[in-house]
């Protein structure tokens, strides 16, 4: 297939907010791809080759100007081909072995084409075409039953390779698509709750749970073999050997378990989230020890579970790991529901979860079955642009942009951010320092007074609440906006969204007024 095919695609999805507009334009795509050009393909519509990052930037980019093509004749093939050989590039000489390639990719590129290459390349492609968007497609391509579809992606944890199955397998092979250990899967996620009443009105009889200020990790264990994914699916098993350790004394062969881990102090409190993400994050184990807490259980044994109600999965979790629950009760009454929420408070963690235990383990999905309740307000942001420091800060990115998720493009651009506030508070000199060498390698052009950045870093800020705004496209602004922590744990398309920050306006904020 034409990579032109894609541009022209990817433009019509741009230049629409109808869902099944988006959903008709990818699936004609999809359609006309062969079985090798499958993954590609999606690597592309996603601005996630399956390569991996390519370690190219935008002032590199952007300078592989001249000439370009007149005409399309860029395949699929050939620019998976050109990114396999960019990431294989090592050793002396390879900067300007690179330049070279990406020299003969632009001038066999249409001007057109090369500017979308650069959006995929740096990862700042706002097409909408998110990855619900791209499942619906593939279905329609497909001609297959959209749960099925989401439920194979779920399981597998691979958007590429669960497109390649439901377009040239069977309706029996895409059926098969199923848990398998050792193999991440995408992770349920939660919404929000203003209070532990509110929750429990929704959730009925639900387990509460403290919420910890921790890394979400998925454990897996087959025999004698443990690996650890971060809530991104990245593995991490290297750098946890005391959790490879717990693992391999629960009494079970096979298992799949979902928690959190983080760091406690000598006196058996949690440390700050920053502690428990440099260890988490470091290469090797260190001094400070991370502990497992296990809320939830996907597969023991042979026997999956994800389909079955919370409240089965927690007496399997009881049964072979008791010892490394997270602390939680099982209750339908506020009075006692909010008393454990102090509890959780007073121990210092961020609030409670509270868990229908009639449901089912949804990956991917932000539903009512699971709500977090915190009583300070904390949101995840993506960093649009940063600004020079001056003064002590002179030398250093200061002043972060900082973006909501807009998913159907109410206010900007479909699947893009809307921009909700600026702040510089809350950043010591060691934040300072790496966001200064993290933003600089993300350039994607200017802003006033500094760059703009591909928006994939996740920030989580503090607000002491919003205002109206007619200054930010989304109608709503943020009011003493300070730095807790940045999340590098979580991507962007699990930021909050507009609705979430415009939902604490007086009257609720509808998505429909100014």
Known sequence: MLFAEIETALAAVTNTR???AKIDALAAVLRGLEPDEIEPAIGLLTASPRQGRLGVGWRTLSTRGGEHSETPSLTVADIDETFSRLTGIGGSGSAAARTSLLDELAQRATAGEWNLLIRIMTGELRTGALEGVLLD????????DGAAVRRAAMLSGD?????RVALTGSEDELAAVGLIVLR????????????????????????????LDGARVQVHRHGDEVRVFTRTLA???????EIVEVALSLPVSDVILDGETLSLDEDGGPRPFQDTMARFGAETARAIALRPWFFDILHVDGRDLV????SARLDELERIAAEWRIPAILTDDAEQAETFARDALSAGHEGVMVKGLDAAYTAGRRGKSWLKVKPVHTFDLVVMGVERGSGRRAGWFSNLHLGARDPDGVFGDPGGFV???KTFKGLTDELLTWQTAHFAERETGEVPGGIRVVPDTVVEIAIDGVQRSVRYPGGVALRFARVKTYRSDKTAAEADTIDTLRALLPGGGAATEG
């Open 184 to 211: 991440g899967v995408q992770p349920m996620l939660a919404s929000t709750a203003t209070s532990v009443r509110e929750a429990l009105e929704v959730a009925g009889r639900a387990s509460v749970e403290y919420k």
């Open 235 to 241: 593995d991490v098993t290297h750098r946890v050997p």
């Open 159 to 163: 958007l590429g390779a669960t497109a």
């Open 307 to 310: 389909d079955e109600p919370l």
């Open 18 to 20: 109808s869902r099944l």
């Open 419 to 421: 921009m909700v506030g």
């Open 137 to 144: 497609a593939v279905a329609r391509a497909a001609e297959r």
